[in-house]
Structure formats: C-alpha cells, structure tokens
C-alpha cells in the first residue's frame, strides 16, 4: 500500500534550466495538491489538480511555472527557466476527496536547488 | 492578519511533561483542522484531524478546537525526545472547496 511517491527526490539546475516534478498520489487518490517550502518557512499551497483538470492553481506564480496530472501517469509540476530564488522543497500531498475533512496526504518532497 | 498563527518557538519542555501547542485561524466558517508533524528534512505527517468543537484523543496526542474563539490547540502527554519536531497547524478555509492553509509551524524540542 504505497504511499505519495515523488521523483526525484534531490534536483540541480543551474539558471535560466527546466525543472521537471514528478508525484503519484496514493492508491484510491484522484486529488493531487502542490506545496512549496522555502527553508524556515511554512508550506504555500500551488496549485490543486483532478485527473486532467487544473482545478486552483491560485498560489501557483503566475510566470514560468505550470501543473499537469494527465490521465494516464503521475502529475507533473514544471518550471521553466529556474531562477535561484526557485530553490525550495516542493512537496505533493493526495486526498481520496475533496469534501469532508480533505485529509491530505504528502509525499516525501523534492528538494530542488538553482546554482 | 495572517490566516493561520502559530507561535516559532522554541517551546521546550522535559521529558514526560505536557506539550501544549496552540493556533488561531482568522476565517470564522473555517470547517477543518489539522496538525501535521515535521521532522527536520523530512516531509510533514498527518498527526490529528479534528472538525467538531471540543476534545479529540488520539493516543498520547489530544486535539482541541473551539471555533467560538477560533482556537485550535495539540496536547502531546508524556513527550518523549522523538516528539521534537516542528509541529504545523492546517486550517481548510470555507472558501476554499479543496485546499488548506498552513501555519508557519511551531519548533518543539523535549530535553531529557
């Protein structure tokens, strides 16, 4: 019974490179959500996304970064053209719903650093 | 106002003692409520999840909410040295139909 699985797990770009992340939610989950953490920090949410559609992407910013969680496969969170202040952990949760309590569920994170 | 307080800590506290960790949240109609644990590194961890005003036990953990004052609160009973963590309140707004807002965490360290 797996968990949120993220890949990869430590990520090195230099400026100006693509990041891609990648997140499987758990099994029985269709609700994918995106964290950021910057160190010392709180986690910010990104963007919520159901299996082929983006359905918050309020926290996500507004340039160079976008979300997909296609029908077949896991979702994927892109950022282009990494600057340094991208540096960050960014973390994947799932939930089985959307109502109710949205127990949320996170995966172990992807710690990307911009040299 | 931020949605979701919490004090940074540290909050230190013997081993065996009562950990009391507290949160406000600003949205009066807010419907769920959570703490997470985070270990340094480590990615954080569903630790409670309350709805209800009033008590909520889990073990040696109890969760408190009282949406009156809009105050949650995590009792940790008999802490241990593992407990030392940041701890992270999380607060599902009512405007929002699927995301949750999190607090910035309060460092908890248990000395032996």
């Known amino acids: 019974n797996a968990g949120v699985m993220q890949n990869p797990r430590h990520l090195v770009r230099r400026r100006g490179q693509e990041a891609r992340l990648r997140c499987s939610p758990m099994?029985?989950?269709?609700?994918v959500y995106w964290y950021r953490q910057l160190p010392e920090e709180g986690l910010k949410f990104m963007v919520y996304?159901?299996?082929?559609?983006?359905?918050?992407e309020s926290g996500m910013p507004k340039e160079r970064f976008s979300a997909e969680f296609p029908k077949e496969g896991p979702s994927i969170l892109r950022i282009q053209q990494v600057v340094r202040g991208d540096s960050a952990a960014y973390f994947c949760a799932s939930s089985p719903t959307s109502g109710g309590l949205n127990e949320q569920f996170f995966g172990p994170g992807t710690r990307l650093t911009v040299l | 106002q931020k949605e979701v307080e919490q004090n940074s800590g540290p909050l230190s506290v013997p081993e065996g003692a009562i950990a009391s960790l507290n949160c406000t949240y600003s949205?009066?109609?807010?419907?769920?409520f959570f703490w997470y644990r985070q270990y340094s590194g480590k990615s954080p961890e569903l630790i409670m999840s309350?709805?209800?005003?009033g008590d909520k036990e889990d073990g040696r953990f109890t969760a408190q909410l009282n949406k009156a004052s809009q105050y949650v609160s995590l009792l940790i009973r008999d802490s241990q040295p593992s407990d030392s963590a940041t701890y992270l309140c999380?607060?599902?707004?009512?405007?929002?139909?699927?995301?949750?807002?999190f607090g910035s965490g309060t460092r908890l360290s248990i000395r032996p």
């Open positions: 949205d009066r109609v807010s419907q769920s």
């Open positions: 099994k029985g989950h269709s609700h």
């Open positions: 309350i709805y209800s005003n």
């Open positions: 996304l159901q299996k082929e559609n983006i359905i918050d």
């Open positions: 999380a607060v599902k707004p009512s405007s929002s139909a699927s995301k949750i807002i």
